[in-house]
């Protein structure tokens, strides 16, 4: 686990955390030599603890998980992939605010 509110996902729990959750649930797609990626963990961080319960979120190391990588043609990080009811519905590639991150999970839950 990352932290308390954003779980660690990878190809061993991809399925039952991401395509199976009920809620919909948020990916931040990652790697450690990834600058923009270290800027955007304390706004998921944030998000995380305040969608707490209604949106699940996850971060998924592209180095150490390069199939899902594959399977969603991640060609950039920090790439966010948004999934509702097991679909992907949502790609963001780079870095983006907290506002509009904000927006985006704000019309899912409508």
């Known amino acids: 686990m990352v932290s308390e509110y954003v779980k660690e996902i990878t190809e061993v729990n991809f399925e039952d955390e991401v395509i199976k959750s009920p809620q919909p649930v948020v990916i931040d797609l990652w790697a450690e030599w990834c600058m923009p990626c270290r800027m955007i963990a304390p706004i998921i961080e944030e998000l995380a603890q305040e969608y707490d319960g209604k949106v699940k979120f996850g971060k998924l ?3 150490e998980n390069r199939n ?3 399977r969603y043609s991640i060609q950039a990080i920090p790439t966010l992939l948004i ?3 097991g679909q992907l519905v949502q790609k963001f590639v780079g870095l983006r605010s907290k506002a509009d991150l ?9």
């Open 68 to 70: 899902i990588a594959i």
């Open 61 to 63: 190391n592209v180095d």
């Open 83 to 85: 999934f509702k009811d």
């Open 102 to 110: 904000k927006r985006e999970i704000d019309s899912l839950l409508e």
